[in-house]
């Protein structure tokens, strides 16, 4: 199953980015049909990967990178995208019954906060990634 993940422009010293999102990935329609009815970005649309990386992914699925033209790393807001997480949990925590395993995406989201939280502080974007 792919999780989702954040990756900031820059590392914190002495700050752990690592958070976990195989719930996000896993609920990510459901994620994306509440943010639009909620009004904020959904999650997928600060998605965004290096194209080395993108590169590499294609090769593995048999595809000749050459024949795509892969686009340029993007980097989005951290306070951007912490508005749209804090929004995402505050919604669930106040309508539990919105979709399955609500505890557990609070959870995930949560951890997402702490990370876009200090990445907003530190005045460093970040883009969402997904690991295959």
Do not use: Y
Not at 106 to 128: C, G, M, T, Y
């Amino acid at each position: 199953m792919p999780e989702l993940f954040i990756v900031l422009h820059r590392e914190i010293p002495g700050f752990d980015s690592q958070v976990n999102g195989r719930m996000l990935s896993e609920r990510e329609p459901l994620l994306t049909r509440l943010a639009k009815t909620i009004d904020v970005v959904p999650l997928m649309e600060f998605f965004s990967q290096d194209p080395e990386e993108g590169a590499g992914f294609l090769e593995d699925l048999g595809v000749d990178p050459s024949e795509v033209e892969l686009p340029e790393e993007t980097w989005f807001s951290s306070l951007q995208g912490l508005q749209t997480v804090q929004t995402l949990r505050d919604h669930l925590l106040a309508h539990p019954a919105t979709m399955p395993d609500t505890d557990r995406i609070v959870e995930e989201l949560e951890d997402w906060i702490r990370v876009l939280n200090k990445a907003s502080q530190e005045k460093i974007p970040w883009h969402l990634a997904v690991d295959f």
